[in-house]
Every structure is written in structure tokens, then in C-alpha cells.
């Protein structure tokens, strides 16, 4: 339904059922948009909704025959600067579930997670998702099971044979600003996880991530 408001409500919704509207919601179907319907979804589905006269509450209507685009790829990646883009990117590209992972030489480790968390529901929101990714708790490098992991590899750049085909790849891991350490890319090797090439620059993480993701899925 295009051009109608598409509003993320974290609990399961069913047809009939009033919900306490937010007052950002509210301020934003009344006065940014300048009307009362809009679109609900949560854990997969969408429905149609109004809020009500006096704006207090969202009444839930009929699910819509809208199908889940996301997916069920874990997105491996080690919080970057630039995390907020890469998040917002990799939410429209569909990914269902995203681990933060501290690698040898990530950086950036005070990340605020709840503005996070709202930049995935935006992103779920604008691009027609019916559900949001799961973020996951941090993990270190060492304890992520590299088992069936395709990541990408920056060595491509320089003359390294790297696996082309990734297509159906379930977890795919996206280093950070420096690139991956020597013992790093040995435990990578060691457990077969497969390299991807991603060209022949090298790309910053955050667009790293979306044409890996795109390179599995197409």
C-alpha cells in the first residue's frame, strides 16, 4: 500500500486489539502525515490500523496480504564510525539478524545501542519490512562459530584467489576499519570459511557489508 505510514509496534498484534498510541506516533500521523491510518507489523505481519478521534490509541485492523521481504542472514560485523549507516543499509537489504562481533583491531566500542535499535526500526519501517533484525548480544572473534562463514575478504585486492560464487550464504562476517589481524585471517582459513571478493579497492565496512550482502543474495 504504497505511500501509507508504516509504523513498527514491538509486541504481537491481532485484528481488533487497541494499543496505547506513542505521542511521537501520534505527532507524526496527525501532523507530519495529516492523517489517521496507517500500517502496523510485527513478527512478520502487517496490518492495516487507524488511530483513534482522540488520538490515544491505535486500533489494529484486518492483516494485509503484504509477505515478509527479509531474510534470514546473520550479518557477522565489528561496530565502525560509521555504524549507524551500515545498520540503516544492511536493515533494507532484509538481514535478520545482526552480531556485533570485537575483532583484533576494532576500534569503536561505545556504541550507543538503543539509537541503534531505533535506526534498524526506521530503516524496517521505510523499506517495507515486516519485522525488524534481531540485534544481538557483542561477541569476541574468538568465540563466533566460523563454521560455514563467508567473509569478506580485503586480501582480494591485492592478487589473492577468492571465491566468487556465495550465493545462498547464511552468515557472512564484515571486518572493521583496519581490516582483519594476520591470526584472524588464519582462523578464518583454518575453519574454511569462504572468502569473498569484493573487487579490486578496497571498500569501507559499511559499504562492504551491502555488496556482500547483495553478492549472496542476488
Given at each position: 500500500?504504497?505511500?501509507i505510514p508504516r509504523v513498527f509496534i514491538d509486541q504481537d498484534l491481532y485484528t481488533g486489539l487497541h494499543i496505547q498510541a506513542d505521542k511521537n506516533i501520534t505527532h507524526y500521523l496527525k501532523h507530519v502525515m495529516r492523517r489517521n491510518d496507517c500500517l502496523c507489523f510485527s513478527n512478520g505481519t502487517e496490518y492495516s490500523a487507524t488511530l483513534s478521534e482522540d488520538g490515544k490509541n491505535i486500533i489494529i485492523g484486518d492483516a494485509t496480504e503484504h509477505k515478509d521481504p527479509s531474510n534470514d542472514i546473520t550479518l557477522y560485523f565489528a561496530p565502525i564510525k560509521k555504524l549507524d549507516d551500515?545498520?540503516?543499509m544492511v536493515t533494507q537489504m532484509g538481514v535478520g539478524y545482526l552480531q556485533p562481533v570485537i575483532t583484533d583491531r576494532t576500534v569503536t566500542k561505545n556504541i550507543n545501542w538503543e539509537r541503534m535499535r531505533k535506526i534498524i526500526?526506521?530503516?524496517?519501517?521505510?523499506?517495507?519490512?515486516?519485522?525488524?533484525?534481531?540485534?544481538?548480544?557483542?561477541?569476541?572473534?574468538?568465540?563466533?562459530?566460523?563454521?560455514?562463514?563467508?567473509?569478506?575478504?580485503?586480501?582480494a585486492a591485492y592478487g589473492k584467489e577468492s571465491?566468487?560464487?556465495?550465493?545462498?550464504?547464511?552468515?557472512?562476517?564484515?571486518?572493521?576499519?583496519?581490516g582483519f589481524s594476520d591470526a584472524e585471517f588464519t582462523a578464518l582459513d583454518n575453519a574454511g570459511a569462504k572468502s569473498l571478493n569484493l573487487g579490486k579497492t578496497i571498500l569501507r565496512a559499511e559499504?562492504?557489508?551491502?555488496?556482500?550482502?547483495?553478492?549472496?543474495t542476488e
Open positions: 500500500m504504497k505511500n551500515m545498520l540503516n526500526i526506521e530503516a524496517s519501517e521505510q523499506s517495507n519490512r515486516n519485522s525488524i533484525p534481531k540485534l544481538l548480544e557483542i561477541k569476541k572473534f574468538s568465540d563466533i562459530d566460523l563454521t560455514d562463514m563467508v567473509f569478506a575478504d580485503e586480501r571465491d566468487q560464487n556465495a550465493r545462498g550464504a547464511k552468515k557472512i562476517l564484515i571486518g572493521p576499519e583496519g559499504v562492504a557489508a551491502t555488496v556482500a550482502i547483495s553478492r549472496i
